[in-house]
């Protein structure tokens, strides 16, 4: 840890996608650069990023723009061309299996079923980065997951979603500056 650290939140891109459950990741880092003064100004690599300091290190945020399914396509030249460390890439997304308000951060692991991390694993040819899943909880009764991810998150949900963001953020800079054991000590929490 401390080289140049490279933040993935993981979402669709267009106005439609924007308010969806599968897009918390880039609602989270909207919330980060907010707090931070930075901005997505650019396009790099299939990505809208924006560069700066957070917590004393060199920052590369990134939104992926090829759609979730094929985020690997944005998020492995970034690695590249930024020399980023497995260690100093850290994907924010959603997770389904978490209860809605549940942040888990861990070293590593698999997808877990999720397609834009089956996406980046597959690009980077490796799953050994760190991972911060924000529950968004399961579908009701018979509905189509997929319908699930792709719905706005319903009135009772948005009333915490700011302290839910305002959490991940402090995780991440916690991540940042502490590193990851650290933060997964202080951060793995549940909401609700």
């Given at each position: 840890m401390g080289g140049k650290a490279l933040i993935v939140g993981l979402g669709n891109p267009g106005r439609r996608y924007a308010g969806n459950r599968h897009n918390v990741g880039f609602q989270v880092l909207d919330r980060l650069a907010g707090a931070h003064g930075l901005a997505f100004t650019r396009r790099q690599s299939n990505a809208l990023v924006a560069t700066g300091e957070i917590a004393g290190r060199a920052v590369v945020l990134a939104?992926?723009?090829?759609?979730?399914n094929d985020s690997g396509r944005a998020v492995a030249p970034l690695v590249r061309f930024y020399q980023v460390e497995p260690g100093d890439l850290l994907v924010v997304y959603d997770d389904l299996d978490l209860p809605f308000g549940t942040?888990?951060?861990r070293p590593e692991g698999g997808a877990g079923?999720?397609?834009g991390m089956e996406s980046i694993i597959a690009a980077l040819s490796r799953q050994d980065f760190p991972r911060l899943r924000i529950g968004i909880g399961r579908p009701p009764g018979r509905?189509?997951?997929i319908a699930y991810v792709l719905q706005d998150f319903d009135r009772q949900e948005q009333e915490f979603l700011p302290e839910l963001y305002d959490r991940a953020v402090a995780a991440i800079e916690s991540f940042l500056s502490e590193g990851v054991v650290l933060t997964m000590s202080r951060h793995n929490l549940s909401l609700i």
């Open positions: 939104k992926p723009q090829t759609y979730m942040l888990r951060l079923g999720h397609h509905m189509d997951p």
